[in-house]
């Protein structure tokens, strides 16, 4: 049965047919699918954010998780990027523990910390608290993603969602973490009770994903910021399965899954196990050695270093062409960074970069 995605009206498409105009025919989603692009296709892991002084200004004396709840707010942030830098697709602006909060987990987003949670998950008690959610725990966000597949016409929309791994490591450890130690001492200590916490986030997961790609989302990316402070040994066993079912339950979704972590070099045959489409790699492997760690089933997406972006131009130009270079070992290839963009990052250098990207691949039109 051809897989089913939606078109910018929010009726469905199908995915498996070529044709012009619309998200599904868009650079990104076809080099998200391995299938052959006009030029390679880029966007940044928070474009939509503090570099740009637009961004700061609307933002100003709002709350973060305040305006992931503000549909409008929403739309005209996750609309500056694409306005600005002409980026292949846009990232609905949001937050990993949107939906943690949503499932009735009382947290805050701390400026200069990031999520604290006030009770921080111990027992099986603390688990069953989180409780399952759906489209009307979420509203804002498919309204958001409404509003925004209208006004993005045929550049398409990725939803995003965290891990079950990383989405469990702020709950245990109540916070941002260097050594995730706190969480690692639930893993060895007591299994049965982590594997009950990282399966109802997986839940979790998945049902906030089907929300977004519901409401018109032409792609999603499952973010495990974490997992690279574990062993391949230790992924296998206490996150694969639970990566893998957020995954998996996509599969008849019909829109492209990207899978991405940071620090995941040793990871990244594991996590291109887990079931999704598109494998993001970080700046510390090169993309042709991550594509045979990987496999040759899978399109990747990377890798500039964003500390890169702070240096001389001629410097930026020449990691540029590397990239590029390395990408195609790939069967598929979305230029990004290696993680998020920096918050001092001229944003003038973004829109060079993408500018950059669009003239070197540039490919002759078929049939020409």
Not at 57 to 80: F, G, H, K
Not at 144 to 149: D, E, F, N, P, Q
Not at 187 to 206: F, I, K, Q, S
Not at 239 to 255: E, Q, R
Request: aromatic share 6%; proline share 8%.
């Amino acid at each position: 049965m051809a897989a089913m995605t939606t078109d910018t009206t929010g009726g469905a498409a199908r995915d498996d047919v070529s044709r012009p105009g619309g998200p599904a025919d868009s650079p990104f989603v076809r080099a998200c699918r391995r299938r052959s692009v006009p030029h390679t296709p880029v966007w940044f892991m928070r474009q939509a954010g503090r570099s740009l002084p637009e961004y700061r200004e609307i933002r100003a004396n709002v709350a973060m998780l305040e305006s992931c709840r503000r549909p409008e707010l929403v739309t005209e942030i996750t609309l500056q990027p694409v306005r600005r830098h002409n980026v292949d697709a846009a990232i609905l602006f949001s937050d990993i523990v949107v939906p943690v909060a949503a499932a009735g987990v009382d947290l805050d987003i701390v400026p200069g910390t990031g999520p604290v949670v006030a009770e921080p998950v111990r027992t099986a008690a603390d688990v069953q608290r989180i409780r399952p959610i759906g489209r009307d725990d979420v509203p804002y966000v498919d309204e958001a993603v409404r509003m925004l597949v209208k006004e993005l016409g045929d550049t398409p929309l990725i939803g995003f969602a965290g891990a079950p791994f990383t989405l469990a490591s702020y709950l245990v450890e109540g916070g941002p973490s260097r050594t995730h130690a706190k969480t690692k001492a639930l893993m060895y200590g007591d299994p049965e009770l982590w594997h009950a916490l990282a399966g109802r986030l997986a839940e979790m997961t998945l049902a906030f994903l089907r929300v977004q790609i519901e409401a018109g989302v032409s792609a999603v990316q499952l973010f495990d910021s974490w997992a690279g402070a574990l062993s391949e040994a230790d992924y296998r066993r206490f996150v694969l399965p639970h990566s893998t079912a957020v995954l998996a339950g996509l599969a008849d979704a019909g829109v492209p899954r990207i899978h991405f972590g940071v620090g995941t070099a040793e990871l990244l045959g594991a996590m291109g196990e887990a079931g999704a489409d598109v494998v993001g790699v970080d700046w510390r492997t090169p993309l042709n050695v991550a594509t045979g760690r990987i496999g040759p089933d899978k399109a990747v997406q990377g890798n500039l270093d964003p500390c890169l972006l702070l240096a001389p131009w001629p410097v930026i130009e020449a990691e540029v062409r590397r990239i590029l270079d390395e990408g195609r070992a790939a069967p598929g290839h979305v230029f990004n960074l290696g993680h998020g963009v920096l918050p001092e990052t001229d944003p003038e250098v973004l829109t060079r970069v993408v500018a950059l990207v669009h003239e070197l691949s540039t490919r002759p039109a078929e049939g020409a």
